[in-house]
């Protein structure tokens, strides 16, 4: 093996366990009841008057439709997003943010903020800004594939 792939596959390790431990620590945290796929589609709903289709939300998330359209039931079983139709498309729907839902979106932010916090804290300001552009870009490549 080459010290290229080598590198690639340490890499691609590092990233795959540090998601799954992320996660975890998140899950853990997050108000009693809230996913995080349901915290996620509630952040990416969270800027004033973002309306998306669920297949827009499934394409930004990377699942199926299927899997979008099962995570967007519980949220409008939760109360925390409205599913209305598309004015210009009555065979689509579009999904927002309820007040209910921001609500729970900024209690789920409060809860880990702390952990957050504490990682970015310890890992050190700076070296976390020198980190983000090269996640960005791995994350743009990978999007790209």
């Known amino acids: 093996m080459s010290d290229n792939n080598a590198l690639a596959i340490a890499l691609f390790g590092e990233i795959l366990t540090a998601d799954q431990l992320a996660r975890a620590r998140l899950s853990k945290v997050l108000p009693k009841g809230m996913e995080l796929s349901h915290f996620s589609v509630l952040n990416h709903l969270a800027p004033a008057g973002a309306e998306r289709s669920p ?16 995570t967007l039931n519980k949220l409008e079983l939760a109360g925390y997003i409205h599913i209305r139709p598309d ?4 065979r689509r729907k579009i999904v927002g943010i309820s007040p209910a839902g921001r609500q729970a979106r900024d209690e789920a932010l409060a809860s880990i903020a702390p952990m957050i916090s504490e990682i970015v804290s310890e890992l050190g300001e700076a070296r976390v800004r020198a980190a983000l ?3 960005r870009e791995l994350r743009v490549k990978l999007d790209q594939a």
Not at 56 to 66: D, E, I, M, N, S
Not at 87 to 90: P, V
Request: charged share 15%; no cysteine.
């Open 87 to 90: 004015w210009d498309d009555a």
């Open 55 to 70: 297949a827009q939300l499934a394409k930004a998330f990377h699942v199926t439709r299927g899997a979008m359209t099962n």
């Open 133 to 135: 552009p090269i996640l």
